[in-house]
């Protein structure tokens, strides 16, 4: 657990307050000397904070090496990077993809520094703990939008591990990548969420503890890209086929797609039959992860897969015309806040100028499926 008891002083607590004292503590693990480099042991270990005027960083040291104290006074004491501890674990991280879909995405999740933490003005005079540890990345949030990889990093990916390396000094976290889920992931991906947190000590997690790390914005988070992979790009949908400039957008308080649709066929089609079908049209082979229901109590809905290597989705639907392949260009899963058309059309209008298709569409109703309303548009 983190640090419960501490020496602090006089003017850490005048700087800080109790309430400040405790949010730095809460972010602290007494394992090894700031100073020394050895392990702290049982005793309660003693507060420093080093202030820069822009920011400031709270550390942990034996009282023997270190005394409690606050210094202002514009001479750093160095901490070699040796003696700071780090850990790190993979795990799955909600968010939102470039293509619209919720999704689980494979996170490297590292606290950089369990005996020190930086300190950021608060805007009111005080400070507070930067949980977040780096300014530069997205802070946490169900509903996180993947954006633009960073620069300064990139991922390698072995057998059993997965690395994170930066370009700024040279440093690199890794953590145990074994799982298939994991492995499978990030090469489809071509990628991992990198997260860090002062927050969280990755041994430590479950459920309720990540949930509200997410919500309260704990985990700054970024994207990185394997050595050598590049952004996937989905396939252009064929532009020989009758239906390849239909575009169909369906929606209800639950969920929500806009995309291509790819072919139609008005044959009385069984699901096997019909996902035979839209496999034989996609002609994918392997990289289709399997097509798994839309909505779990309602499988009528239609249906879902991904290509992994492109990292493009589809849903095959059943209308009362028949059977429609749609190439996903943008998905919502779970609370749409949707509840008129114009509403559905002004999201769709958002995604597809994203994605660069042809936004000046004029929507109608045409064949739904039972529990959704359903677009469409000739572009």
């Not at 850490?12 to 809460?26: A, N, T, Y």
């Not at 097509?291 to 009362?320: C, I, K």
Request: aromatic fraction near 8%.
């Amino acid at each position: 657990m983190s640090v419960s008891r501490i020496n602090v002083s006089s003017d850490i607590l005048q700087k800080l307050g109790e309430d400040g004292v405790r949010e730095v503590c809460s972010c602290l693990w007494a394992v090894d000397c700031q100073t020394c480099g050895r392990f702290l042991g049982d005793k309660p270990p003693s507060l420093a904070v080093d202030e820069t005027m822009v920011f400031a960083t709270a550390s942990l040291h034996h009282q023997a090496c270190r005394a409690p104290g606050w210094n202002d006074s514009g001479r750093i004491i160095q901490i070699p990077e040796e003696n700071l501890s780090w850990l790190s674990v993979m795990v799955s991280f909600p968010v939102i993809t470039p293509a619209g879909e919720q999704e689980f995405w494979p996170m490297l999740l590292v606290n950089p520094g369990l005996e020190q933490v930086p300190l950021v003005p608060d805007g009111a005079g005080g400070w507070k703990v930067l949980r977040t540890a780096l300014r530069d990345l997205q802070p946490s949030g169900m509903g996180l939008e993947v954006t633009a990889p960073l620069s300064n990093a990139v991922a390698t990916l072995t057998a059993d591990s997965l690395a994170v390396s930066f370009d700024l000094g040279g440093r690199s976290y890794s953590a145990p990548a074994s799982e298939d889920y994991f492995q499978e992931s990030v090469r489809a991906l071509g990628g991992v969420l990198i997260g860090f947190s002062h927050a969280l000590h990755p041994d430590h997690l479950n459920t309720q503890i990540m949930n509200q790390a997410i919500l309260s914005g704990w985990i700054g988070v970024g994207r990185v890209m394997l050595h050598g992979a590049s952004l996937p790009t989905p396939p252009p949908a064929p532009q020989d086929t009758p239906t390849a400039n239909l575009y169909t957008l369906e929606w209800n308080a639950e969920y929500m797609s806009v995309g291509q649709v790819l072919a139609h066929t008005a044959d009385d089609l069984t699901v096997p039959a019909a996902l035979e079908w839209a496999n034989d049209v996609l002609g994918a082979g392997d990289a289709l992860i399997g097509w798994t229901p839309v909505d779990e109590d309602r499988p009528d809905e239609g249906w879902f897969t991904l290509n992994a290597l492109s990292v493009q989705m589809y849903f095959l639907r059943r209308h009362p015309d028949g059977w429609r392949l749609v190439a996903a260009l943008a998905r919502v899963s779970g609370k749409t806040r949707v509840q008129t058309d114009n509403e559905a059309k002004a999201w769709a209008v958002n995604h597809l100028k994203r994605k660069g298709q042809p936004t000046k569409l004029s929507w109608t109703r045409g064949p739904s499926t039972p529990a959704a309303t359903t677009l469409y548009a000739q572009a």
